[in-house]
Every structure is written in C-alpha cells, then in structure tokens.
C-alpha cells in the first residue's frame, strides 16, 4: 500500500466522521425580491443571453480595467435608462 493511498483513506475517514455530526441549521440568505431565480426546467428562453462582438467585449474589458466599474451594475443602469425611453408605458408597469 502506498503512503499516499493511506493517507486519503485517513481523510475520508476524517470527512466521514465530521458530515455524522450533528450541526446547526443556517438561516437561508435573504435575497432581493428585486432578483429572482427561474429554475432550468420553466425557462423558456434565456432572456438576457445574448453574444457580444468581440471588439465590443474587449472595450468593456478595458472599461472595466482602466475605471474600475461595476459594469453588471452600469449594463443593468444603461438597461434601464434605454427600456424607460425605447418603452415608457411598458417600463411604467414593470420598473421602479
């Protein structure tokens, strides 16, 4: 028997003995209601997967290098800000 094969028995042994015991329940992370998560199997379509030209993801990527952004937060604000003017009646209804 090598050393190293002992030596992962060991520490399965180990992680079986510390998943036996008993230990407290977390309390689940308090989401935005803003954000909500759709599982797989009720998508329909992904609403928000779409490609990006290569030039234009290495410009974002320099964007977010050089001024140090956010750009989920500056995509989801330019988002906002295009459906309020593009749309106004339905961003009315739907956006804050």
């Known amino acids: 028997m090598s050393l190293l094969g002992k030596y992962r028995r060991d520490e399965a042994d180990k992680d079986d003995e510390t998943t036996t015991v008993q230990r407290e329940p977390h309390e689940p992370t308090k989401t ?7 599982p797989n199997k009720e ?4 609403i928000v997967s779409f ?4 030039d234009l993801r290495s410009c974002l990527q320099a ?3 050089t001024k140090a952004i956010n ?15 593009e749309f ?9």
């Open 51 to 54: 490609s990006i030209p290569t």
């Open 71 to 85: 750009l989920s937060l500056w995509v989801e604000h330019q988002l906002r800000d295009a459906i309020s003017k």
């Open 43 to 46: 998508r329909k379509s992904p």
């Open 32 to 38: 935005s209601e803003l954000h909500s998560a759709v």
């Open 63 to 65: 964007i977010r290098k």
């Open 88 to 96: 106004p009646q339905i961003a009315e209804e739907y956006l804050e």
